[in-house]
């Protein structure tokens, strides 16, 4: 079974960036359709973005769009460009592997306003 880790997260001022990159165990991206979500206390694991492998598509939801960009070095590791982050980026974010039900442990993304 694959397993990811998160790494990158931290404490930033708002208007800051942040990298989080994500690293698979094993070949995984270039196969497999991968997303990160966004969960805050008391909420739901919210997607925000989703990187489609067989297209190469990544469609973002709109409190990112344009702030938010993927990118892959290769088939193991994803990351998450974060620019101009607001105080509500405020999250624990985590990288996953839909179909392969597969989850990385979350990184703390706290942006200070």
């Known amino acids: 079974q694959v397993q990811l880790v998160e790494s990158g997260g931290g404490l930033v001022q708002a208007g800051g960036s942040l990298r989080l990159s994500c690293a698979a165990s094993?070949?995984?991206?270039?196969?497999?359709?991968m997303a990160w979500y966004r969960q805050t206390p008391g909420n739901h694991r919210r997607q925000l973005v989703a990187s489609l492998a067989a297209t190469g598509l990544t469609n973002y939801e709109d409190s990112v769009k344009g702030r938010f960009s993927v990118s892959k070095d290769n088939g193991n590791t994803v990351h998450l460009q974060m620019n101009n982050l607001k105080s509500e980026d405020t999250g624990v974010y985590y990288c996953?592997?839909?179909?392969?039900?597969?989850w990385g442990q979350g990184t703390q993304v706290t942006v200070s306003s």
């Open positions: 996953a592997v839909p179909m392969l039900r597969v």
């Open positions: 094993r070949s995984t991206f270039n196969l497999n359709d």
